[in-house]
């Protein structure tokens, strides 16, 4: 069964770096947009970043200039460079993909999510 799994989240005082991966396993036969999306407390989950199995990219403005997303189809795996951290961008991250598994039909699936708690 298609699984994702986040690493990378934890405390970090503002300006600081943090580096979240996303790794896809199971029965994946094919993998098209992958991305991260983010909630707060008391808020909306929110798009972050997106990317294409071609490589096209799509940020929010609150992370545009200060996060990356890149990935690697070898690894079924997703990236997000955190620079230049606020304590706005404290939340829990969640990596979606959309994969095409076993049964072969084209689903969202989401990971469990990986705090990022952002100090001023």
């Known amino acids: 069964q298609v699984q994702l799994l986040e690493s990378g989240g934890g405390l970090v005082q503002a300006g600081g770096s943090l580096r979240l991966s996303c790794a896809a396993s199971?029965?994946?036969?094919?993998?098209?947009?992958m991305g991260w999306y983010r909630q707060a407390p008391t808020k909306q989950r929110e798009l972050v970043a997106s990317?294409?199995?071609?490589?096209?990219?799509v940020y929010a403005d609150s992370g545009k200039g200060r996060f990356t997303i890149s990935r690697d189809n070898a690894r079924n795996s997703v990236y997000l460079q955190m620079d230049s951290l606020k304590p706005e961008d404290t939340a829990v991250y969640y990596c979606?993909?959309?994969?095409?598994?076993?049964?072969?039909?084209?689903?969202?699936?989401w990971g469990q999510g990986t705090q990022v708690t952002v100090s001023s």
């Open positions: 199971g029965s994946i036969f094919s993998i098209r947009a």
């Open positions: 979606n993909a959309e994969i095409r598994g076993d049964p072969p039909t084209w689903y969202d699936y």
């Open positions: 990317i294409t199995s071609g490589g096209s990219t």
